[in-house]
Nanobody, 124 residues
Framework: HVQLVESGGGPVQTGGSLRLSCAAS????????MGWFRQAPGKEREAVAA????????SYAASVKGRSTISQDTANNTVYLQMNSLKPEDTAMYYC??????????????????WGQGTQVTVS
């Protein structure tokens, strides 16, 4: 059972940048997809970005595309989310997740198998 630990969140001013990290306890190359989700108070959890562990294909939500970059370091079992030009509407708890097998949708939270505890991002 893999464990995920997110870090890198915190308070940031509008227009600022943050790099979130997600450290996995097992080799991430064993899994199909790594994703980042976020959830603001009173809202549903939404997909932000995802990366296939083999091939590095990435996907982004329209709300962050052009401002964010997802990347991975398979040697260190870590996935990153670089976020730039942050806006107040980016304020949320950010979660890292693993999809074990191919075939699911990167957008669907139910298709992911393992989740971290989250890291809070607050933009003001």
């Amino acid at each position: 059972h893999v464990q995920l630990v997110e870090s890198g969140g915190g308070p940031v001013q509008t227009g600022g940048s943050l790099r979130l990290s997600c450290a996995a306890s097992r080799y991430i190359g064993n899994y199909a997809l790594m994703g980042w989700f976020r959830q603001a108070p009173g809202k549903e959890r939404e997909a932000v970005a995802a990366i296939y562990t083999v091939g590095d294909t990435t996907s982004y939500a329209a709300s962050v595309k052009g401002r964010s970059t997802i990347s991975q370091d398979t040697a260190n079992n870590t996935v990153y989310l670089q976020m730039n030009s942050l806006k107040p509407e980016d304020t949320a708890m950010y979660y890292c997740a693993i999809m074990r097998l191919y075939g699911g949708s990167w957008l669907r939270a139910d298709d992911y198998n393992y989740w971290g505890q989250g890291t809070q991002v607050t933009v003001s």
